[in-house]
């Protein structure tokens, strides 16, 4: 009985002390006006991103862990396409001269790894040019000032413009 309570104590300490620890890509919002976007926050941790970490041509959940998603509080535009109010997941397919970004009406998907099988529920595909920021950006970084949404991360910057 004496070592069944010893060995009850340890595993709760032990649980107890692994919740406490940060996530390594820790769940992120950004907010503007009537939009939001929620992601895992990755770090460049001295890796090269574009390509390498993600690769060109091949779809990304656009941050870490489960799917980024994007939640529009009323009607709007997403680069020049209509979308109704509504929370959607958010993938990029990165390149060297432009970045892709689709907006799929099934929110929060584990990752890219579902995707395939969602694709036919894509609302929007947009496609911008691949900007290089003034200095390395180390986290994964997304901003909304007012019209657009900001991509930044490692030396890559994508905006795609929104209009509410």
Request: charged share 25%.
């Amino acid at each position: 009985m004496k070592s069944m309570l010893f060995g009850l104590a340890f595993l709760l300490t032990a649980t107890t002390v692994l919740a406490q620890d940060p996530p390594k890509s820790p769940r992120v919002t950004a907010t503007g006006d009537n939009v939001e976007i929620a992601y895992g926050q990755p770090s460049k941790k001295g890796r090269q991103i574009f390509p390498g970490l993600e690769a060109y041509g091949k779809v990304w959940r656009a941050g870490a862990n489960k799917s980024t998603d994007i939640t529009f509080k009323k009607d709007a535009t997403f680069g020049g396409t209509p979308v109704k109010a509504g929370t959607y997941s958010l993938f990029i397919i990165p390149g060297e001269t432009e970045f892709t970004f689709i907006l799929n009406s099934v929110a929060g998907q584990p990752g890219a790894s579902e995707y395939d099988k969602n694709k036919d529920k894509n609302v929007a595909e947009v496609k911008v040019p691949r900007q290089k920021t003034a200095s390395t950006v180390e986290k994964l970084t997304f901003s909304l000032p007012k019209g657009s949404l900001v991509f930044e991360w490692d030396d890559a910057k994508a905006v795609v413009p929104i209009k509410i």
